[in-house]
């Protein structure tokens, strides 16, 4: 069996009256930062409720600019996990400070929360977590941890808007929180990311660095009732997010909790048909109260029951015009942190067990269940060998 179309792994689901918001923004002839991009934070501070809602260029510029509100010093350590993009890492080597690792759960693929104690020395400065997939890391002994030592905690939420951990909203407590909205994410603005906080002085940091250090922005400059002139109080970069992007965001955070919605009936019902499907390993969930983003359906190829690779598997699919992704491999293993580092396989096991096997599969919110079915299907054919 094969499509007669490509099935993608990931899809946005764009509006129209989005846009028609972003050809209102064309047509107005104010395309970047400016009125949207305002209404837009604003919501995101409401969705939150917390009194920061900084947008930039990408989840990647957040996180960079939230540990450079720490002042962080050359040799001070950052705790992280290796199964994450590489920019988790990459930014912490930007702002150049040392990246620490710690391994994660292989049911959650989230940071194995007992293994950080461990790691925290007297360099540490921050602890950097990362909700894989939408699924909210445990935080409450990372925050305790945090307390106990000194540390700030720095969410790489970049999958996790719209998550919950024990009732309350990831965003919604807590020191930092960095969301992603690029295309392939819950929500989207095309490119573009987001810090909260709850920390006026980190976010008046964000606020300045954004920016190439300015004393205010382009609306505040170029408005009817604005002044041209600015000062330079801080050296910033250019992060800023513009009102073409803001006009898609105001139009996808109201939709968003329809679209977690949906991903979670499609998430659910892979886990329910692939019950007893002994080629994959399915994701699992926690004991604690959380409410799953689904961002990604990522299950593993089972080495004990197949021979065929992960990579193999990933040809396979894509002939029969089925999509799908790797994410991710660990990031401990890429050149540049096994040259600096020295870290090798073996290092962290769980991690590297991941990302030799782990593949996302088809899911968003207009995907249908006959599309579903459709990868089941092939999932069938493809381990049972059957055409």
């Known amino acids: 069996m094969m499509r007669d179309t490509f099935l993608p792994f990931a899809k946005p689901s764009i509006s129209e009256e989005a846009i028609a918001e972003v050809v209102d923004s064309l047509r107005s002839g104010w395309l970047t930062t400016g009125p ?16 920061h809602a900084l947008c930039l260029s990408s989840a990647t510029a957040g996180l960079q600019l939230a540990l450079m509100a720490l002042n962080l010093q050359p040799e001070d350590e950052v705790i992280t996990t290796p199964m994450t993009f590489a920019a988790t890492l990459n930014v912490i080597e930007m702002v150049g400070a040392t990246v620490k690792l710690v391994d994660v759960s292989k049911d959650t693929y989230n940071i194995d929360v007992e293994q950080i104690k461990s790691a925290i020395t007297p360099k540490t400065k921050a602890i950097m977590p990362v909700h894989f997939a939408g699924l909210p890391v445990d935080l409450d002994p990372i925050y305790d941890l945090a307390e106990k030592h000194g540390l700030y905690v720095i969410e790489d939420a970049a999958h996790a808007i ?21 295309p392939n994410k819950n929500m989207t603005t095309g490119e573009g990311g ?15 660095t954004r920016f190439h250090g300015m004393d205010r922005e382009a609306w505040n400059r170029f408005g009817k009732s604005g002044s041209a002139h600015y000062q330079i109080v801080y050296p910033g970069f250019k992060y800023n997010m513009m009102d073409l992007q803001a006009a898609l965001g105001i139009h996808q955070l109201p939709l968003l909790d329809e679209f977690i919605q949906k991903r979670t009936q499609l998430a659910n019902r892979y886990l329910d ?18 409410k799953h983003a689904w961002h990604l359906f990522a299950p593993m190829v089972n080495p004990a029951k197949t021979d065929l690779t992960r990579d193999q598997f990933m040809q396979k699919l894509k002939s029969m015009n089925i999509g799908c992704g790797i994410h991710y491999e660990a990031a401990h ?39 579903q079915d459709e990868v089941i299907d092939a999932l069938t054919c493809i381990f049972e060998n059957k055409d």
Do not use: W
């Open 36 to 51: 949207k991009l305002q209404k837009f934070e604003s919501m995101l501070q409401s969705y939150v409720n917390a009194p």
């Open 162 to 182: 719209g998550a919950e951990y024990k009732g309350k909203k990831i965003g919604s407590f807590g020191d930092i929180q960095v969301f992603s909205f690029h």
């Open 194 to 208: 987001c810090v909260i906080t709850r920390d006026d002085q980190i976010a008046k940091h964000i606020m300045l």
């Open 273 to 290: 048909k692939l019950q007893g499907f002994d080629y994959l390993i399915l994701p699992k969930e926690p004991a604690y109260e959380h």
């Open 333 to 371: 293993l890429y050149p540049y942190y096994a040259d600096k580092y020295g870290f090798k396989e073996g290092d962290f096991p769980n991690a590297e067990f991941i990302g030799k096997h782990v593949i996302s599969l088809p899911l968003f919110p207009d995907m249908t269940e006959t599309e």
